[in-house]
């Protein structure tokens, strides 16, 4: 895969964190080897995690859609080269979120005395915390969850002012997915021309996946003032709207 998806998955994953080989401190002390790099399947998977939270809406991904979602990906992405290099934007990461904390719970943080997270902490397994500037931490997972849910729980502590999921701003290439009964609705955007904005230039292609493993390409459409949508992005009116 394009060597410029592998920085930005990982910068995204791996932020913060010490080079590969070396050492972490995990949130119960102890210090562990690096992660290894991850190889391109756990990639797929890392993509597949966002793409079906955000397509279920639920706190966790199913373990059965993950898997089917992965292996859709890599399947499509690797016999199309139109959408090879296309990918879901994180706009928030399934794996991270960063607190911001009053001027009480700061000292607390500087002194390590902070305990009211512990209990949640340990509930949706935390394995690394990251103090920055004292009232700010990120918070790292070791499971993927649906973020912009999870927030509302760690904003119900004391002393929390803001629980961010890692919001992101602008435009660009994008997946969506939707699920519809047994068949699962792909739609890949390729975003160009400001896109800080929302991008100016923006080209469309459709793929649906049944539940026995069919495949099927659905069309490509470019977005202009004299062509009208095409009923596959019409029909799946949840990636129309994110788009």
Known sequence: ?????????LSILFSSLPAYGETIHTVNGENVPRPARPTVTELFI?????????????????????????????????SHLDVSEIHPRFTWSPHNMTLHFDTDAAKALDDDSYHTWDNLNSRYRVTQI??????????????PYNMPLLVNEYSKLPNVVYADPGYTLGDGDDICLTIEGGVHF???????????????????WGFSADSQGQIMELGMWKRDYYNSKPSWLKDHGTCEKSF
Do not use: H
């Not at 079906?52 to 990906?73: F, G, M, W, Y």
């Not at 990251?130 to 499971?143: H, Y």
């Not at 975003?191 to 923006?202: A, F, H, K, L, T």
């Open 46 to 78: 890392l993509e597949a995690e966002l793409l079906t939270l955000k397509a279920t809406s639920l706190l966790t991904p199913p373990q059965d859609i993950l898997k089917r979602v992965a292996q859709e990906l890599e399947i499509i992405q690797t």
């Open 1 to 9: 895969m394009p060597n410029l998806w592998t920085v930005i998955l």
């Open 130 to 143: 990251i103090i920055i500037k004292s009232e700010w931490a990120t918070l790292k997972f070791a499971e």
């Open 186 to 204: 792909y739609i890949f955007k390729a975003g160009s021309g400001d896109c800080y904005s929302g991008c100016v230039n923006r080209t469309y």
